[in-house]
C-alpha cells in the first residue's frame, strides 16, 4: 500500500523557515517523479513544486522560486520542502504527492499545516 | 501560465441525480486534464486523468470527456460520498494549475 506521510509543519514567524519531510512507503521511490501541493485554509490546490527521480531536475511555481527547495534522499525514502523566506500568504497545508506517468498527483499525504504568523 | 476556470463553482443535488461539471482552459491542452475529488477535512483523490481515463479501484458513476479547451466530468448517480468539491487540472506545460473548484452539496 502507498503511503505518504509528511512531518515538520507548525507555526513560524514572517520571514522565517521551515523544513517539510515526507516519508514514503509501499512503492520504490527513485522511479517516480514528486511534488509538493499546498492548499491555503478554505481556498482550492496549488502546485508547489516538481522534482525528477535523480533530484537533477527541479520546477517551482513562480511564487516560491529563490524562497523554497525541493529535495530528496531515495535512499531514505523521503522526500523535502525547504521554506525559507516565509510570508503570510504562504499559510496551507502542504501535500506531498506522488506524480504520476501524466504529471497528474496519483496518491497525496495527509497533509502538514505550516501557519506562518507574528 | 494556463488558465483552468470551472463551472459551476457550488451546486446543489441529490443522491442518485446526475451531475456535470466542466473545466474550461485558457489554452487548448489537448487531453492533457485530470479530475480529482476532496472530501470535506480529507486529502484529495485522483478519479480521471487523461480527460477520460478512469483512475484504477474508482467507481464507474465516474466520467470524463472532452479534448482541447473545453471538458466534463460527469456523475452518473450521486452517492453520499461523491458530496465534496471536485478539482481539474492540467498537465500540458509547467506550471501545473488546477481549477478553482465545484462543490457538491446536499439539496
Known amino acids: 500500500e502507498v503511503q505518504l506521510v509528511e512531518s515538520g509543519g507548525g507555526l513560524v514567524q514572517p520571514g522565517g523557515s521551515l523544513r517539510l519531510s515526507c516519508e514514503a512507503s509501499?512503492?520504490?521511490?527513485?522511479?517516480?517523479?514528486m511534488s509538493w501541493v499546498r492548499q491555503a485554509p478554505g481556498e482550492g490546490l496549488e502546485w508547489v513544486a516538481n522534482?525528477?527521480?535523480?533530484?537533477?531536475?527541479?520546477f517551482y511555481v513562480d511564487s516560491v522560486k529563490g524562497r523554497f527547495t525541493i529535495s530528496r534522499d531515495n535512499a531514505k525514502n523521503s522526500l523535502y520542502l525547504q521554506l525559507n523566506s516565509l510570508r503570510a500568504d504562504d499559510t496551507a497545508v502542504y501535500y506531498c504527492?506522488?506524480?504520476?506517468?501524466?504529471?497528474?498527483?496519483?496518491?497525496w499525504g495527509q497533509g502538514a499545516l505550516v501557519t506562518v504568523s507574528s | 501560465a494556463i488558465q483552468l476556470t470551472q463551472s459551476p463553482s457550488s451546486l446543489s443535488a441529490s443522491v442518485g441525480d446526475r451531475v456535470t461539471i466542466t473545466c474550461r482552459a485558457s489554452?487548448?491542452?489537448?487531453?492533457?486534464l485530470v479530475w480529482y475529488r476532496q472530501k470535506p477535512g480529507k486529502s484529495p483523490e485522483l478519479l480521471i486523468y487523461?480527460?477520460?481515463t478512469l483512475e484504477s479501484g474508482v467507481p464507474l458513476r465516474f466520467s470524463g470527456s472532452g479534448s482541447g479547451t473545453d471538458f466534463t466530468l460527469t456523475i452518473s448517480s450521486l452517492q453520499p460520498e461523491d458530496f465534496a468539491t471536485f478539482y481539474c487540472?492540467?498537465?500540458?506545460?509547467?506550471?501545473?494549475?488546477f481549477g478553482g473548484g465545484s462543490k457538491v452539496e446536499i439539496k
Open positions: 489554452q487548448g491542452i489537448n487531453s492533457e
Open positions: 522534482i525528477n527521480p535523480d533530484g537533477s531536475e527541479k
Open positions: 487523461d480527460a477520460s
Open positions: 509501499g512503492f520504490t521511490l527513485i522511479k517516480y517523479w
Open positions: 504527492t506522488r506524480v504520476g506517468r501524466w504529471l497528474h498527483f496519483d496518491y
Open positions: 487540472q492540467h498537465f500540458k506545460s509547467y506550471p501545473l494549475t
